[in-house]
């Protein structure tokens, strides 16, 4: 699919407001204006593969038999125990306390909620990139919103309204990643498992539901805010959060803590147990699972910043800038001398992203700059118990052909290093990469090599005909997160 489709592969505080850093308390009664409906965004968006409506456990119904055979076995009021690996059932002599299971989702997962201020005339958007007005009484145009409304993910209304994208964009200012003028956004409330699409991760939550895990108790998420994450202040504000929530629930349940992070989420967890003190860790974390995380980036993230989604010039505004974009984009560090793009009868590696970047919007640019910081320390090895969990096989995309201008629609994997051109270097690449359809087989192998600079053991298994999403309602995947949180 095109665009940011399974970037999500495609796209924290919530006391806290990020830009004011005032203290609120986050009301629930929230207006749903913004919220997706089912099978209400097209398919060539751009959205994030997991923002559009697929089969909740897919065309495996082995895992939906699997889930509901665990809830039959231990669906007694008298049960006692937990569930044991490979047994299909639980023990019922062993104790209920289970290891804390904490969720960091992917790119664009996490719904934002925002009001604003636009009452001097300087700061109204009333008019389109076209000089078309807007209509008047659209919510996102309004001058002053003064309650919560949802912005992320957008509804249809959203996708088509420029004073949505305005209201949902952000930039630097000075070395922090904030907000369009007069615009406040918070998350929900930490720990919270409402996701941006109620489809999301839903089979995974199902899954450790069904063997004895209860959301807010022993099950919880660490959702954030994907534009602003690759700002350090951001997440490291995010990381005290998350120690926090980590902390307080590891005393009330007598174990440490399993974080599993997917696709962007996989790094920036990664990024908060590279941070945290190596006492801590061997206290808190019993293991860190991976399940198709974004280390090193994908070409389609690069794409995305350039020229966006053909037909959706509002949501490319949007999210140009998103500093969580930046951090997957390709990372020179794997992709090296690969050539990704030709434009102008030249080739482009990822050695070239910044000015690429630079090209098309200064704003990109300078997020990109402020998130290396972030991206370079979430390459590290842990220094917990890893397991690398990635899907193979399929047709990944690689490079792109740009013809008049980098804003414009490329033509994908096009073999331009095979031009007959006595200036232009040979390269012996294949016309795509094999991968998860979103991240390249050797971005995704990544990881493997921490076991090299750590003493802790990195245990990885790849999947098949696994998607980048899709691998989250999957059987095997699903059995082998089950299993690694029993033992």
Known sequence: ??????????????????????TENFSSEIASIGSVAKNDIP???????????????????????????????????????????????????????????????????SPLFARWNKSSTDTVQTVDASGDFQQPDAWSCKQVQDTWVQIWPPDSDGLNSYCWANNTRVVVDGLKVVNATGVNTINQEFGSLKFANEDYMSTLVDALEAVGYVKGENLFAACYDF???????????????????????????????????????????????VGAMQEWKDKFIDKFVSVSGSFGGCPKALRAVLSGVSGSENFNTAVQTSSGLSLMLPNPMLYGDNPLIQFNQLSY????????????????????????????????????????????????????????S?????????????????????FNYNDQFTGDGTMPKFALEYPIFWSKYQSQPVYFQFFTGCEHTKILSTLEPIQYILNACSD
């Open 227 to 273: 534009r602003k994450i690759g700002d350090p202040q951001e997440i490291d504000a995010w990381c005290m959060s998350l120690t926090k929530l980590i902390e307080q629930n590891c005393a009330l349940q007598e174990n440490p803590a399993i974080v599993v992070g997917h696709d962007l989420g996989a790094v920036v967890a990664n990024y908060f147990l």
């Open 406 to 426: 980098l804003t414009d629609e490329p033509g994908k994997n096009a073999p331009f290093y095979k031009l007959d051109l006595p200036y232009n270097q040979k």
């Open 43 to 109: 398919a060539d968006s751009g959205l994030p593969l997991f923002l559009n409506f697929y089969p909740r456990f897919g065309p495996d119904f082995r895992l939906f038999d699997l889930i509901q055979k665990l809830k039959l076995n231990n669906s007694s009021p008298m049960w006692n125990g937990i569930y044991k690996k490979g047994s299909g059932s639980r023990s019922l002599l062993e104790s209920k306390k289970l290891p804390p299971v904490i969720l960091v989702p992917g790119l664009g997962a």
């Open 349 to 404: 590696t990822s050695r070239d992203i910044p000015k690429l970047v630079e090209s098309v919007s200064e704003d990109a640019a300078k997020v990109l700059k402020l998130s290396k910081m972030v991206r370079d320390t979430s390459m590290k090895a842990p220094g917990v118990e890893v397991h690398i969990l990635a899907g193979t096989d399929l047709n990944t995309e690689s490079s792109y052909s740009y013809g008049m």
């Open 1 to 22: 699919m095109d665009g940011l489709v399974q970037l999500g592969s495609a796209l924290i505080i919530i006391t806290a407001l990020l830009l004011s850093n005032r």
